[in-house]
């Protein structure tokens, strides 16, 4: 072949198919500036989908009813009652309502009706043509953690990491302050207001004070999605990972595999939310904290560290920005993350 003509062929194939060089800029690029999507006013429409696991209306009346009373109005999608076993739905079913809610140009933000597994089972046959041209918000971690990972290395959009429908206390009224609260950051973040979040002073903490894209999620979802199209890119991030129903073994390994492909190397920070540990069985006790397993990993390296950070499997689970810039200052006297 004539090597002018297949030049010229090649940069003209190029030109033709531009979302080849948005993906390629998107993952190479290591200071990328993350697109923020609108934020909600009152009228707005929020969508309600369950893309992982089986949840019934009567389950999420609770956060209809809450959401409406913020002003929004709510759709709720088709997979919420159905169920294949353990999932919202077959495969095929979850796809399609959530296709139509990222596709709906009347809905603003959509919120994850409940976590469990499932997410990767569609995560690649999702069109988010659509999407990246008039982002929205996308709500829910634990398995939902794929499609914060997803959005961050192939569009650089924004998304939070929070509580979701099966997290709503039935009655808001004998609701503990520690629910309202963190029920209330979701409202926050949607709205655009600054959040500001603390954590106490903790021995095991490394001092220091840094700004940064937050990123982050479930440790277990992280480490699956290494070598794939939403593996997640930790240069110059502060880092945040939680984790619930593991061994102490199932964490150190996780996070040696963090370690091994790159991920704790070149961090602005990381923070270290809840971790409900599996106690270990007779006789085969790990020997280890999960502050011994975190500190053996970072030790090569000085960035801050902030533990027992208000996020995770647990009551003070706080709604936190992926993709937005944060400032995280580790002293003497506790942590404090917020919104820039």
Known sequence: MNRKHFLSSFIAAATAFPSFKTLASVADNESLSFKIPTFLMKGDTIGITSPAGYITMKQIQPSILQMQSWGFNIKVGETIGKRDFTYGGTDEERLADFQKMLDDPNIKAIMCARGGYGFVRIIDQLDFTHFIRNPKWIIGFSDITILHCHL????????????M???FPEDWLKAEPIQIETIL??????????????????LNNRLGKVN?????????IIETLAGTHSDLDTKDKILFIEDTGEYLY?????????????????LKALIIGGFKVKPDDAGEEFGKTVYDI???????????????FPVGHQRNNYALKCGVKHILDVSATGSILRTI
């Open 152 to 163: 961050a290395k192939n569009y650089g959009i924004a998304s939070i990491h929070s509580k």
């Open 165 to 167: 429908c099966n997290s």
């Open 185 to 202: 950051s979701i409202k926050s973040a949607l709205t655009g207001q600054a959040l500001t979040y603390s954590a106490p002073s903790n």
């Open 212 to 220: 940064g894209i937050l990123i982050g999620g479930n440790l277990s």
């Open 250 to 266: 199932s964490i150190d390994r996780m996070l040696w595999n963090l370690k091994r492909s790159g991920k704790l190397k070149n």
């Open 294 to 308: 975190v500190l053996e990993k970072v030790a090569a390296y000085n960035y801050p560290i902030a533990f027992d």
